[in-house]
């Protein structure tokens, strides 16, 4: 069972950005997950939402993985629907949920799995004290972006030839510039992924998978 996670006991506090899903007791890493949304929507994410929902499958395939590892794991709650230009609602989030997670697990190595908008968020957040890694599953890197918050973190973008959402050209580009800066950047084409990653989603779940324990130190990295 998933358990929230406040920053305030009285009523009107604002909800936490973190949901926890396994706190793990002491945790000695952690993996955050970021669903993704829409460039423009202000409104919060409904109850039924597909891409949360997408990230279900990930996030039980890394849960059986780092069982018994003091790996906590929890995502990212977003506030609005969309990014919402220079607001950048997703990122704001996902940098309260990482301060919210220090609070609960103290400094430990962290891991960020988001895809599209939430991939985005991700890298925008990657210079957080608590950022080890970032994952990016078809991910939307518009050229704008800035890079220099990833010197020192490592980066893995994944991105099909069959995405017609974000465009895999972007993303390889900007993993060149990140690459300028420091960040140790791996770029993995999925051919005939698509955007949802529901061509070949077993190969997404499992790869992003062995990725995640690989960043951890768990595993060798594929």
């Known amino acids: 069972m998933a358990i929230p996670v406040r920053t305030g006991a009285k009523d009107g506090a604002p909800v936490s950005a973190l949901r926890l899903d396994r706190p793990a007791q002491p945790a000695t890493t952690a993996v955050l997950l970021l669903h993704g949304g829409r460039a423009d929507a202000v409104e919060p994410p409904p109850a039924l939402n597909l891409p949360g929902a997408r990230m279900r499958p990930f996030a039980r395939a890394i849960a059986r993985a780092t069982a018994g590892h003091g790996v906590a794991l929890g995502r990212v709650r977003y506030g609005h629907r969309g990014w919402n230009g220079d607001r950048a609602d997703a990122a704001r989030d996902a940098r309260r949920a990482l301060d919210e997670l220090a609070l609960l697990t103290g400094p430990v190595p962290t891991v960020l799995v988001g895809h599209s908008m939430g991939a985005r968020a991700a890298l925008h957040t990657a210079g957080h004290a608590q950022v080890k890694a970032v994952v990016g599953l078809a991910p939307w890197c518009p050229p704008e972006d800035p890079v220099d918050q990833l010197a020192g973190r490592s980066v893995v973008l994944l991105h099909g030839d ?5 465009d895999p050209a972007e993303t390889w580009a900007f993993a060149a510039r990140a690459r300028t800066v420091g960040a140790d950047v791996r770029e993995l084409p999925m051919p005939g992924g698509d955007h949802a990653m529901l061509r070949g989603a077993a ?5 992003t998978t062995r990725l995640v324990l690989g960043l951890l130190g768990l595993a060798a990295t594929p």
């Open 162 to 166: 069959r995405d017609r959402v974000t």
């Open 203 to 207: 190969t997404w779940h499992a790869l």
